[in-house]
């Protein structure tokens, strides 16, 4: 059994100063860290209880008209917040997509964004390769069991997914992700916060160590009227996604006029599908204009031997995803997800 310190933060700064200690971490809902230390994976010398720093639990409109919310937010509470649900009701339902009611109750959207991949051999310790989990070890899944994993951005050393349907949502939104550390404040998009594996898949995120998430920034809402999120996944509920879709749009009639995508499922981090947005931007909602568009975003994949599936299935979630969002039911032909 590992020796353990627990200590109790109840302002930043303090938060902030107690990390600094060798082996510190952060704990707030716990919902992932805690299967990570019982599994021996994480082995935190002393656990940073920043639960009761209040300033990080509070949900409120941004001077430009975007939203913050705290990093300490429960995800069941921000899913369920008025401005939330009105303005963001892309971020509403992903969050709602995820886990279980208990966990979501408990989770917070700091640690949703710190939450670490599913991959069966990263948790499993009788496995002795995982790069994630002991660098330079080798990658049991590629040659494994790799249904679950990428189809994108995957590299030699690592072929996990991020697991979050919040992060999706969040990176079709354009968020900011802001905080504080030893040497001050700054802001990561999005988009720079989780990372693709490289030859550092133990590194999810672009955090310092040290540096502590307190809130989740949302530019000013543009997509309110046509978002949706879709999340396919092995059974109704509580599983991780095969893939997910967040889609966004803004339409002049049936024409889309702006369009944000990003995948879920597919990649080491949430997946911006840059270019089917540029296809689809100006064009037509209509079927085949959607998979022409999915197809080119799929066309950088490169499957592993059980997942090549995903590509096939991508597509079509795109397809519905968008469709959904501008508010077409999808047509009932076989070649829909
Ligand atoms: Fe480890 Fe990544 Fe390979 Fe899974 S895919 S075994 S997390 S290195």
């Not at 988009?191 to 998430?213: K, S, V, W």
């Amino acid at each position: 059994m590992d020796a353990l310190a627990y200590q109790r933060a109840t302002d930043i700064d303090a938060a902030l100063a107690a990390a600094q200690q060798p082996g510190a971490a952060f704990i707030g809902g716990g919902t992932n860290l805690l299967d990570l230390m019982k599994g021996g994976i994480a082995h935190p010398l002393t656990l940073i209880d920043i639960t009761h720093i209040a300033a990080l639990e509070r949900i409120e409109t941004l001077p430009d008209g975007g939203l913050r919310i705290g990093a300490l937010a429960r995800n069941s509470d921000a899913a369920n917040h008025a401005l939330v649900r009105t303005r963001y009701p892309l971020l509403a339902q992903a969050l709602l997509a995820g886990a279980s009611p208990q966990l979501r109750n408990m989770a917070t959207v700091g640690g949703n964004l710190m939450q670490r991949t599913r991959c069966g051999y990263f948790y499993d310790t009788a496995f002795a390769q995982c790069n994630k989990r002991t660098p330079g070890s080798g990658c049991a899944a590629r040659d494994g069991v790799n249904r679950m994993h990428a189809i994108l951005g995957a590299s030699a050393q690592c072929v996990a997914v991020n697991p979050s349907d919040m992060s999706v949502a969040l990176a079709a939104l354009d968020a900011i992700v802001q905080v504080r550390g030893p040497n001050g404040a700054r802001a990561i998009s999005i988009a720079q916060f989780h990372r693709l594996p490289g030859e550092r898949p133990d590194l999810d995120t672009t955090l310092a160590r040290g540096e502590l998430i307190t809130s989740v920034d949302l530019p000013p809402p543009a997509f309110a009227d046509h978002a949706h999120y879709l999340k396919l996944r092995d059974r109704a509920s509580y599983a991780f996604a095969l893939v997910s879709v967040a889609a966004a749009l803004q339409l002049d009639g049936q024409r889309v006029r702006a369009v944000r995508i990003a995948l879920g499922g597919v990649a080491h981090k949430p997946w911006r599908a840059s270019v089917a947005e540029q296809r689809l931007t100006g064009q037509p909602i209509d079927t085949a204009t959607l998979r022409a568009a999915a197809a080119a975003e799929l066309a950088q994949a490169q499957p592993l031997k059980g997942n090549a599936f995903k590509i096939e299935l991508a597509q079509r979630a795109i397809v519905r995803a968008v469709m959904q969002a501008a508010g077409q039911a999808p047509h009932a032909s076989g070649d829909l997800a």
